[in-house]
Every structure is written in structure tokens, then in C-alpha cells.
């Protein structure tokens, strides 16, 4: 049977520019045992964990004529030590060296005539660390369920759990010949997937949202007209296809404590907090804050609707049936893209948090959001999956809609470990998609909420003042919530983060 990819996931890949791709990812880093990291050893658990990712080895192939969607093939030349790469870093190893290097490797594009997928193995790092990068296009986390292969070599336990040992034999490609037969048969069995075909090549990106997000086409244009776009900034400038990366590290705990004082969601404090940090880096730039300065944020969620069947497949659309540990339906979710105004020209940091829960809130209104707890079992460990979603999703709205993606999931609590070697940090990579100069990903982990940032490399040479700005306001809010429940007398001692934005990644534990 052919495997074809989606309608939306080849309008993906026919709409990427080359210069600058739009690619998910993430860092983890690990430490090593006293008697150093074995490298090999590394490999061969990435290897044996493909049998849980089979997409991961296969490519997509093209239809001569493009008569129909591009289908996936096994790749018959399969090089494991093509996509796994030892890279090291000089001397003293240090985060901002990390992030340069991450930068730089997000910039590449993968190669589409093999697995859209790599990993680093990056030593070098400060106290002997190693870090994981992984960089995957998003049409490989092609539902809610699926798992990464990033994820895949993760375990809840130091010693790695066993997977089947079975030789892979790949399927033989099928031939041009082949390839324009079961277009054929396809485009007759299914006479509007031809209207589709036509349509997604030249289609506005507002389309394509409006067919993941379930809405028809016509309310969308109809919305596109009335919501105002939105004004040119740092943060809507032109691209380079060059990449920085940034990361932070904060608490959990801290982000928890917000919440209770002000009684809004963990999400909620999470958008306070990068609002806050756009509006000092502005300022700080002499950009326009005004009144009327607007910072709409592509923001998307997962959440159940009462309309949402367990157990159906993948559509178009974007709803998606999703089984649990069970194996039995969990949720029907839908990941849906919020567009959110973020005030940023309000200088008080808790009106800006109760503006942004009140947008959120407006937004969700029409479907319940599904639980973190929920989210992490979903395909066994879902951030990888979910920011890879999120990118889909935010990638086909225009960029007259939206400045800037951010994109907040939640992982586990529990340690996790790479072949038995400790996971300290996780960093999530998000893309920058239509024109934007900036996007933000967090992920929480074992305690540690973790930021990545990605910007473009010519309109935000100062992408490090972003990560401080965002400790300032997570501060900003945590005195706030402190004032609040204990009065003017009780200081702010107390409401002072954890130690946040190490300069070694050796300290990110």
C-alpha cells in the first residue's frame, strides 16, 4: 500500500526555501562516568532505538510530473554514521559556545534524498559533558502519537530497556513507472486530492491553516481581512537563512509560585514572562513601545474537543486520535494555533500576566486544553513531537498574522537517561517560520523549565540580551506575586529565582 504523505505535509516541503529551512530539534546534555564517554557505544543505541522510529528510515520520493503527493520509501542505502555526526567543542567548552554551534547547524538544510534527520554527539563540553543535538524536519512527526527518534533513545531508568533485535530489510523503491500507476489510481479513486494538488502549490499559507484547523477556507480569508497586521519591527525583518541560538534555564517551582499568586496557568506565566522580555529588548533597542505597539504571537496548544472522536486517525485537518500506554484511545486532540496579543507597551508585569491569561483564555474558549500529564504520555514523551507539531501549525499562517512563535510543552518530572548516562538539561529548538527574526520553545523537565531561542543571525546580533531580559522578568513577576500575598514588609529575599542562564552546561542540573 502506498504511503503518501499528507496534503498539508507536501505543501511543507514544496513551500521551504533552501536558505532557510524550517527544521525542529532540541539539546540534551549529558554526564559522562568517571571513565569517560564511549562514542561507539552512543551510536549503536541510536541504532538499535530506529527499530521503535521506522519513518526514520525511510526518505520521501517524489511522483514524476508531481501527478500526486510525494510517498514515503525505505531508504535501500541507509547510513547510520551519515545522520549521527561527533562533532567537539574547543576549549573551555562553554554554553555560549553550545549555542553558536547549535546556531550554526539549524542553519543547514537537511538533505531531501536521504532521512530528514541528524544528530551531533557534541564533546567538549565544560566538566567532560556531552550534549545530543538533533535537528528533524517536522513531517516526520506526522501525528499527536508518533515519537521521535530523539525521544526513542530516552529511558525512564540507567539501564536502557531492551528492544528487539531484528535485521531490517528495506522495501524496494518502487519504480517511475510504478509511481505514476498508483498516482493514477489514486487521483481516480479520490478525484479531489487533483483539486488539492493544484491548490497547495500556490495556495496562501492562510489556507493550508485553515484546512489543519478544521475551518473552512472562507471564514479564514474572511478573518485574514479583519485582523489587523501587524506592523513591521526587529522581529519582522527580512531573513538571512542564517541561525543563533540562545538558551535559559529557570524553576518550575518559580513558574508554580506565579501561578498560585495570581491564579492563572503555568502557560499563561510562561507568555508573561517572554512579553516581558520583548518589551525590555525593544526598549533597549529603541524600538516603538507604545500604546499601540502589537506583538501577536503564533502560539500553539493541544486541546480536546467535545467533538473529537478517540481513535481516528490523522486527517488534513489536523485532529488526530491518539493511543495512550494502553494502546487503547486516550484523547481526541487537535493541536490548534492561537493568535495571541501580547502586551507588551504595559510597563506593570502582573496587568501584562492577567492580559495575556484573559487572550489565552479567549482563544481556548472554544475547546478544553488537554493536561500536561496527558501531553508527557502521549507517545511515550511528547515534547520533541509536540514542538515539531507546533512548528507545522504555526508555519502556515501568513506573516502579515504574527511576529514571533512560541511554543511551551510540558515533559516529564522524572530524571531521564541517554544509555545510562543522566540527562542534566533539554533545550528544544523551534524554527523560525514566514518571516519572522524570533522564536522562543520551552520545555520543562525534572524540575528545570528550559528555553531555546532561535533568531536570525543578521536581524538579532544581541540574541544573548533576550535570555537575560527573560530571567528579569520571570524576577519581575516573582517580587510581584511575593508582594502580593505577604505585603510590602515581608522583602523580596525570598522571591528570588533559582540560579538561572549558567555560563557552563555543567550547570544546568
Known amino acids: ?95 555560549a559556545q553550545l549555542d553558536d554551534l547549535i546556531g550554526r547547524l539549524i542553519s543547514r538544510p537537511l538533505d531531501p534524498h536521504r532521512p530528514l534527520w541528524e544528530i551531533y554527539v557534541v564533546e567538549g563540553l565544560s566538566g567532560g559533558r556531552v550534549a545530543l543535538v538533533n535537528k528533524t524536519h517536522p513531517v516526520l512527526v506526522d501525528q499527536l502519537g508518533a515519537v521521535d527518534l530523539a525521544a526513542a533513545i530516552l529511558d525512564t531508568a540507567r539501564t536502557p530497556r531492551p528492544v528487539a533485535d531484528q535485521p531490517w530489510i528495506p522495501t524496494p523503491p518502487p519504480s517511475a513507472v510504478d509511481l505514476v500507476v498508483d498516482a493514477v489510481v489514486d487521483l481516480a479513486a479520490q478525484p479531489t486530492a487533483a483539486v488539492d494538488m493544484a491548490r497547495f502549490a500556490a495556495a496562501d499559507a492562510r489556507a493550508a491553516a485553515a484546512r489543519l484547523a478544521g475551518v473552512a477556507a472562507d471564514a479564514v480569508r474572511l478573518a485574514s481581512r479583519v485582523v489587523t497586521p501587524v506592523p513591521r519591527s526587529v522581529l519582522t525583518r527580512t531573513r538571512s537563512g542564517q541561525r543563533r541560538f540562545a538558551t535559559v534555564r529557570t524553576d518550575l517551582d518559580d513558574f508554580k509560585a506565579i501561578r498560585r499568586a495570581h491564579g492563572v496557568s503555568v502557560n499563561d506565566v510562561v507568555l508573561a514572562v517572554v512579553t516581558g522580555a520583548v518589551r525590555t529588548y525593544l526598549l533597549s533597542r529603541n524600538e516603538p513601545v507604545v500604546p499601540s505597539t502589537v506583538l501577536r504571537a503564533t502560539v500553539p496548544v493541544s486541546v480536546r474537543e467535545s467533538t473529537a472522536r478517540p481513535g481516528v486517525a490523522a486527517t488534513p ?193
Open 1 to 95: 500500500m502506498t504511503d503518501r504523505l499528507s496534503v498539508l505535509d507536501t505543501a511543507s516541503l514544496f513551500s521551504a526555501d533552501a536558505g532557510s529551512p524550517t527544521l525542529v530539534g532540541g539539546m540534551v546534555v549529558l554526564e559522562p562516568p568517571a571513565a569517560g564517554f564511549d562514542y561507539a557505544a552512543m551510536v549503536d543505541l541510536i541504532g538499535s532505538r530506529l527499530a521503535l522510529v521506522p519513518r526514520f528510515r525511510q526518505r520521501v520520493q517524489t511522483v514524476p510530473g508531481r501527478l500526486a503527493r510525494p510517498v514515503w520509501v525505505d531508504d535501500a542505502g541507509f547510513d547510520l554514521s551519515y545522520h549521527v555526526r561527533r562533532s567537539a567543542l574547543p576549549p573551555p567548552g562553554s554554553r
Open 317 to 509: 485537518s489536523g485532529r488526530v486520535g491518539v493511543s495512550g500506554p494502553t494502546g487503547t484511545a486516550a484523547t481526541g486532540a487537535t493541536v490548534r494555533s492561537a493568535l495571541v496579543d501580547l502586551p507588551v507597551a504595559e510597563p506593570n508585569a502582573v496587568i501584562r500576566l492577567h492580559q495575556v491569561a484573559w487572550a489565552m483564555g479567549a482563544q481556548l474558549s472554544g475547546g478544553q486544553r488537554v493536561g500536561a500529564d496527558t501531553l508527557v504520555e502521549l507517545g511515550r514523551f511528547a515534547p520533541p513531537t509536540l514542538h515539531a507539531l507546533g512548528a507545522r501549525v504555526a508555519r502556515e499562517l501568513s506573516r502579515r498574522l504574527s511576529n514571533v512563535l512560541i511554543t511551551n510543552v510540558p515533559g516529564p518530572q522524572v530524571p531521564l537517561y541517554a544509555g545510562g548516562l543522566p540527562v542534566t538539561a533539554m533545550f528544544p529548538v523551534a524554527p523560525l517560520v514566514n518571516g519572522q527574526t524570533l522564536a522562543v520553545s520551552c520545555t520543562s523537565y525534572h524540575g528545570g523549565v528550559y528555553f531555546g531561542l532561535t533568531a536570525d543571525r543578521d536581524a538579532i546580533p544581541d540574541l544573548a540580551d533576550i535570555g537575560e531580559a527573560l530571567t528579569e522578568s520571570l524576577v519581575e513577576l516573582l517580587v510581584a506575586g511575593q508582594d502580593a500575598n505577604d505585603g510590602p514588609e515581608s522583602g523580596t529575599a525570598a522571591a528570588q529565582p533559582a540560579p538561572v542562564a549558567p555560563s557552563d552546561p555543567q550547570e544546568t542540573r
